[in-house]
């Protein structure tokens, strides 16, 4: 069996694998937030203020999130929302959302420029994730669809073999990290634009989470996507037309264009070329 949803138990005290990473995960997420900003020379004040104020408003909406999804578990009984341990639930998408605009508030507030605040929430959030979906994986709470594929793994409560969804999450988290170094590098050897980081990461996380999504089950659709995978369609949509306005890809869209037409035409016109030989031999 690959799922302890329990670590171990003393008596009536269970110690929770997702909980105990979930812990792990937001030490992380904070380390690397403050270093991040701190090395911007931002204060400590905000810095503090800001992972405060995020980490309470996150579970907030992370946990409304799933209660709007999933009504049907909670209008029995109201007091379910706020009782995690009697029915817990998190939305993850849900509470990236609200942890963006939580910051981009506190860097309004405090003058912090918003691009380096979201820059920092990615650089500390992608390793922070990548961690808890260790937590996830042992937990058991998100399962994928059943499949017969020789990597196949039983899930608690469940007979059938299913897609470990979170481990395919794990190695796309691996690539995306190894991708966003490079980027980080690149960009601050041409000096490009603050926040080029964070739009490359909201589009490829999203895109590799989309995909992934059709490997899990769901109970909740809206139309022929799960209702996940509307919102990840919305944070694809807004981060790449914050990179075509703002990263520079309308320049980059341009030059690819040109470099397009150009070679269109070497090719057209080497045709062509070609094509008035032959008719003129014929003739």
Do not use: C
Not at 1 to 20: A, Q, R, T
Not at 100 to 109: D, E, H, P, R
């Amino acid at each position: 069996m690959y799922m302890f949803p329990i670590l171990f138990s003393v008596g009536s005290f269970h110690l929770f694998s997702f909980s105990v990473f979930l812990i792990l995960a937001w030490f992380i997420w904070s380390f690397l937030f403050w270093r991040y900003l701190r090395a911007l020379a931002v204060a400590e004040e905000p810095i503090f203020d800001a992972m405060f104020v995020t980490t309470i408003v996150t579970l907030i909406v992370s946990r409304l999130s799933f209660v709007f999804t999933h009504m049907a578990l909670f209008k029995e009984n109201w007091l379910r929302v706020i009782a995690l341990w009697v029915q817990p639930g998190l939305s993850l998408y849900g509470g990236i959302i609200g942890a963006v605009i939580v910051l981009i508030f506190f860097a309004m507030k405090y003058k912090i420029r918003v691009a380096h605040m979201l820059d920092a929430f990615v650089a500390s959030f992608m390793w922070a994730y990548t961690v808890g979906l260790i937590g996830s994986f042992l937990d058991g709470s998100v399962v994928g669809i059943a499949t017969h594929l020789r990597w196949a793994v039983p899930y608690v409560g469940h007979m059938d073999f299913r897609h470990p969804v979170q481990l395919y999450q794990f190695v796309a988290m691996v690539f995306i990290i190894g991708i966003i170094s490079l980027i980080r590098r690149a960009a601050k050897k041409h000096a490009w634009r603050d926040g080029t980081i964070a739009m490359w990461f909201f589009m490829l996380f999203s895109a590799s989470a989309f995909a992934v999504e059709f490997l899990t089950e769901h109970t909740v659709y809206w139309g022929n996507l799960s209702a996940n995978q509307w919102v990840l369609v919305g944070i694809f949509g807004q981060s790449l037309g914050a990179f075509y306005v703002r990263g520079g890809g309308k320049e980059r869209l341009r030059s690819l264009g040109s470099a397009v037409g150009r070679i269109s035409k070497k090719v057209i016109g080497g045709m062509y070329a070609k094509f008035s030989k032959r008719h003129i031999e014929n003739n």
